[in-house]
C-alpha cells in the first residue's frame, strides 16, 4: 500500500474512532432518553388528546383543538361522582394505611414475639399475590359475613392491599433509625411519648410522607380489587373501564392529565424542597 492511500484513509479511520468513542461515552445518554420517550409516549399522547374535539362517540383520531372538554371536565354523566368516590377513598385508605403500616412497622423492627417471622410473610403476601386472588378473597369473605356492598367495602379492600406497601416504606427507614437519639431524649427527662412525639416521628415522618403518597396512587388507581368488590358503587377506574366499552368520552384524558400533572408538580416540588435543604446543610 502506498504512503499516499495510508495519508487518506488515516483521517478517515481517525473520525472514525473519535465517533465510536463519542457513541462509547453517550449510549447510556441515548438509551435513557428513549427509554424515557417510550414512557412517556402514551401519557403524551393522553394529555394531546385532552384537546381533542372528536366527531364520535370514540376519541381516538385527531379531530380538532378546543378547550371545552377542560371547560365542561364533568359534563360526562357519573364522572364527578366516581371521581369524587375515588377521591375519598384514596384519602382514607392512604391515612389509615399509613397509620397501620407505622405501628407494624414499629412492631417488627424494636420487638421480638412470637410469630414474627409469619407476621413479616403475611406482610408480604399482598405483594406477592394477583391482584384477582386478593380481590376474589375478599368477596368470598364479604359474601360470607353478608356485607352490603358499596364505600365501605371498597374502603376495607383498599387498606387491606395499601398496608403492605406503608409496612415496606416506613421499615426501610426504621431499620437505619439511630436509637440513641430516643435514649438521648429519654435521659433528658422525656417519657415515651413525648420521645415519640418529639423524636421519632420528625424522623420518620419522610417514610410516612412517602408511605401516605404511594398508598394514594396505587388506591385512585386500582381497579381489579375494586371491581370484586365495589357492589353499585362506581370508581374512576371503573368508570373508564364502563365508558371505553361504548365510547371514550375526551374528558377522562381531561382527569388523567390533571393527575398526572399533580403528580409532577408534587415530584417537582420535592426535588426542590430537598435541594435547598442540602444546600442549608452545607452552608451551615
Not at 375519598?88 to 389509615?96: K, P, T, V
Not at 429519654?186 to 415522618?205: C, Q, Y
Amino acid at each position: 500500500m502506498s504512503s499516499a492511500t495510508m495519508a487518506e484513509r488515516r483521517p478517515l479511520e481517525n473520525t472514525l474512532a473519535r465517533v465510536w468513542a463519542l457513541i462509547k461515552h453517550h449510549v447510556l445518554t441515548v438509551y435513557s432518553l428513549l427509554a424515557f420517550v417510550y414512557l412517556m409516549l402514551p401519557i403524551g399522547v393522553v394529555i394531546a388528546f385532552s384537546f381533542n374535539n372528536p366527531k364520535g362517540r370514540f376519541n381516538y383520531v385527531w379531530s380538532g383543538f378546543t378547550l371545552d372538554n377542560w371547560k365542561n371536565w364533568d359534563g360526562v354523566p357519573g364522572l364527578r361522582s366516581a371521581m369524587v368516590l375515588s377521591l375519598e377513598i384514596a384519602f382514607l385508605a392512604s391515612l389509615i394505611a399509613a397509620a397501620l403500616g407505622m405501628l407494624i412497622a414499629l412492631a417488627l423492627v424494636r420487638y421480638g414475639f412470637r410469630g414474627r417471622g409469619a407476621t413479616n410473610l403475611l406482610i408480604f403476601l399482598p405483594l406477592s399475590s394477583p391482584e384477582i386472588v386478593l380481590g376474589a378473597s375478599l368477596l368470598t369473605l364479604f359474601l360470607n359475613l353478608k356485607v352490603v356492598f358499596g364505600f365501605w367495602t371498597i374502603l376495607i379492600a383498599h387498606v387491606m392491599f395499601c398496608i403492605s406497601f406503608a409496612v415496606v416504606t416506613i421499615k426501610a427507614r426504621l431499620i437505619g433509625f439511630d436509637r440513641h437519639l430516643e435514649e438521648a431524649a429519654m435521659d433528658l427527662g422525656a417519657n415515651e411519648w413525648a420521645t415519640f412525639r418529639k423524636v421519632t416521628l420528625p424522623l420518620i415522618a419522610p417514610a410516612i410522607l412517602a408511605a401516605l403518597l404511594l398508598c394514594f396512587a396505587i388506591s385512585i388507581d386500582d381497579f381489579v380489587v375494586t371491581y370484586f368488590n365495589a357492589g353499585p358503587r362506581t370508581t374512576f377506574p371503573l368508570f373508564v373501564w364502563g365508558a371505553a366499552r361504548i365510547g371514550a368520552p375526551p374528558q377522562v384524558n381531561v382527569i388523567g392529565t390533571v393527575i398526572f400533572g399533580v403528580a409532577v408538580i408534587g415530584m417537582v416540588a420535592n426535588v426542590l424542597v430537598q435541594m435547598r435543604r442540602e444546600r442549608a446543610a452545607a452552608a451551615a
